[in-house]
C-alpha cells in the first residue's frame, strides 16, 4: 500500500517562499502529484515528478527523491489567492493498476 | 466535453435511500477514478475504470457501493441503503493514459448530505 505524509498546516507571508514537504511509502511508483484545492472547489494539478530532481513552473516549483521518497513544493511571491489546501499524491501500484494515492493535504495560509 | 462534468452537484437524501451519481469524463480519457473526501480529510479511493478491463474497486467501503461505466464513457457510482457516515464530497477525475504528466482532470463533485 502507499503512505504519504505532510504537514496539516502552515503560514506564510504574502511576497515570501514557502515549502511545503511530503514523504511517502509506496509499493511501486509512477509518478507524484501535486495538487491545489480552494475550499469548496475540486482538486487542480499543479505538478507531475516522476524522476529525481526539480520541475519549475512559474511561481511553483516541485522536487522528488525516490531513493528517500521525498518530494517537495516551493511557492515563491506567495499571494494572498495562494492561502488553499495542497495535496501530495503518489501513483503506485495496486494489482496491475497504478492508481494515485493522496495525502491529507497541507492548508496554507498566506497573511499579508 | 471540455472539463469533467459531475451530477447533480448537490444531493440530500434521506438514510437509508439509494443514490446514483453521475460522472462524464472528458472525451477520449480511458481512465476514471472515484474518491471521496470527507470534511478535513483527504481524497479517500474508491474505485478505477480504464479502457474496458475490470475495474479495480479495492477502495470500495462496503458491498452498499458499486459503480459502473457504460460505453467507456459515462460512469455512475450507486450506494444503496445510505448511512449518515457516507456523507462526503464524491469526486470523479479522469486521465488519459500514457499521458501520466498531464496529471488527472476532477470535476467539481457530488456533495451528499444524508440526513
Known amino acids: 500500500g502507499q503512505n504519504i505524509d505532510q504537514p496539516t498546516e502552515m503560514t506564510a507571508t504574502e511576497g515570501a517562499i514557502v515549502q511545503i514537504n511530503c514523504t511517502y511509502q509506496t509499493s511501486g511508483f509512477n509518478g507524484l502529484f501535486w495538487y491545489q484545492q480552494h475550499a469548496g472547489e475540486a482538486p487542480t494539478f499543479l505538478s507531475y515528478?516522476?524522476?529525481?530532481g526539480l520541475e519549475e513552473k512559474g511561481r511553483f516549483s516541485s522536487f522528488l527523491s525516490r531513493s528517500k521518497g521525498y518530494s517537495y513544493l516551493l511557492l515563491k511571491e506567495l499571494q494572498m489567492k495562494d492561502s488553499a489546501s495542497y495535496l501530495c499524491?503518489?501513483?503506485?501500484?495496486?494489482?496491475?493498476?497504478?492508481?494515485?494515492?493522496f495525502g491529507r493535504g497541507t492548508s496554507l495560509i498566506v497573511h499579508p | 466535453g471540455a472539463g469533467v462534468s459531475q451530477s447533480p452537484s448537490n444531493k440530500v437524501t434521506e438514510k437509508g435511500k439509494d443514490v446514483e451519481l453521475r460522472c462524464d469524463p472528458i472525451?477520449?480519457?480511458?481512465?476514471l477514478y472515484w474518491y471521496r473526501q470527507s470534511l478535513g480529510q483527504g481524497l479517500e479511493f474508491l474505485i478505477y475504470?480504464?479502457?474496458?478491463?475490470?475495474?479495480?474497486k479495492s477502495g470500495l467501503p462496503s458491498d452498499r457501493f458499486s459503480a459502473e461505466r457504460t460505453g467507456g464513457s459515462v460512469s455512475t457510482l450507486t450506494i444503496q441503503r445510505t448511512q449518515q457516515e457516507d456523507s462526503a464530497v464524491y469526486l470523479c477525475?479522469?486521465?488519459?493514459?500514457?499521458?501520466?504528466?498531464?496529471?488527472?482532470?476532477f470535476g467539481s463533485g457530488t456533495r451528499l448530505t444524508v440526513v
Open positions: 515528478n516522476v524522476l529525481d
Open positions: 499524491a503518489v501513483s503506485g501500484a495496486s494489482g496491475g493498476s497504478y492508481i494515485p494515492t
Open positions: 477525475a479522469s486521465s488519459a493514459k500514457d499521458r501520466a504528466g498531464d496529471g488527472y482532470t
Open positions: 475504470f480504464q479502457g474496458n478491463s475490470a475495474p479495480d
Open positions: 472525451s477520449g480519457h480511458t481512465a
